[in-house]
């Protein structure tokens, strides 16, 4: 299985739900949208670990929070997956995140946390009782489950449960296509395209989900084209989509907007791939 960075790639480093807050999700909730609109990663980088600290501390003194759950979960996982390189460490943090989605996971949908170790059949059927207004927990399970399956892929025991990762994301696509800017049709088309045609990856679906995906951010999120280049353009070795999908990226300007983060990230991540285009293609 190639490797794939899904948590940090798709998405700003925290995003905290709207509706009706206390104090600490507030507080959270401004620091997130700080982290957003920030340009320099050594900054995100250096800083991250004492906002780690202390989400867990707000999450101490409010421990049955799902919304302080889920942001504690989506910090720990983005964290890991972008900054951390050492792959023990990034279990620990990786489990830590999912421990908090799960705990959220159970708060707001007992049955859904009941069922995600039973049988794919059960699970998928249980998925269907799922509300729309209830989106959001499940979205942010599904993102800590595909982070926390990125740090365990040389797990075979983790790996069986792409298939319900695959269907968490697609339920949340039936619920809102719209959440989060379409994010969980960038989770979709990384699924889709992490194996070739041969051993049952399907890339030209893979392809439908990134450009729907950019259509829903109205070609806001650059991390789009990135991981449309990285895992389509690749698999099916277009290096002429490769480039042109990269080079966009690398031309474009970083507004001060939710994306600044991931987008900064996304220029990165463009300039190391059309680096390495001639040993791949």
């Known amino acids: 299985m190639k490797s794939w960075r899904p948590t940090a790639a798709l998405l700003p480093l925290l995003l905290v739900v709207a509706g009706c807050v206390s104090i600490s999700e507030r507080l ?3 620091l997130s949208g700080a982290i957003q609109r920030q340009t320099d990663i050594e900054t995100v980088r250096d800083g991250a670990p004492a906002y780690l600290l ?6 101490d003194d409010d421990p049955q929070n799902a ?5 504690g979960a989506r910090l720990y996982g983005s964290y ?3 900054f951390v390189d050492d792959p023990e460490r990034t279990q620990r943090l ?4 999912k421990n908090y989605a ?4 159970c708060i707001e949908l007992a049955d859904v946390c009941a069922s995600t170790g039973a049988r794919f059949d059960v699970y998928t059927r249980v998925l269907q009782g799922v509300d729309e207004d209830e989106t959001w927990v ?3 399970y599904g993102v800590t489950w595909a982070g926390w399956l990125q740090a365990n892929s040389s797990d075979w025991n983790a790996i069986a449960d792409v298939p319900k990762v695959r269907a968490t994301m697609r339920r949340v696509v039936e619920l809102d296509e719209q959440h989060e800017q379409g994010a969980a049709f960038l989770y979709l088309g990384v699924l889709a395209t992490l194996l070739p045609p041969a051993l049952g990856g399907e890339p030209e679906k893979g392809r439908r989900y990134f450009e729907r995906a950019i259509e829903i951010s109205r070609d806001r999120n650059l991390m789009a084209y990135v991981l449309f280049a990285e895992h389509y353009a690749r ?3 277009d290096r002429e989509l490769h480039d042109e999908l990269l080079s966009n990226v690398v031309d474009r300007e970083i507004e001060n907007d939710e994306f600044a983060l991931n987008n900064t990230l996304a220029k990165a991540r463009a300039k190391a791939l059309l680096a390495s285009g001639d040993e791949y293609f």
């Open 235 to 237: 698999l099916v070795f």
């Open 54 to 59: 202390m989400i867990d501390g707000l999450i």
């Open 67 to 71: 919304q302080l759950l889920l942001s």
């Open 80 to 82: 890991a997956a972008a």
């Open 28 to 30: 959270a909730g401004s």
């Open 138 to 140: 499940l979205f942010g």
């Open 102 to 105: 799960g705990r959220a996971l």
């Open 94 to 97: 990786a489990q830590r995140a």
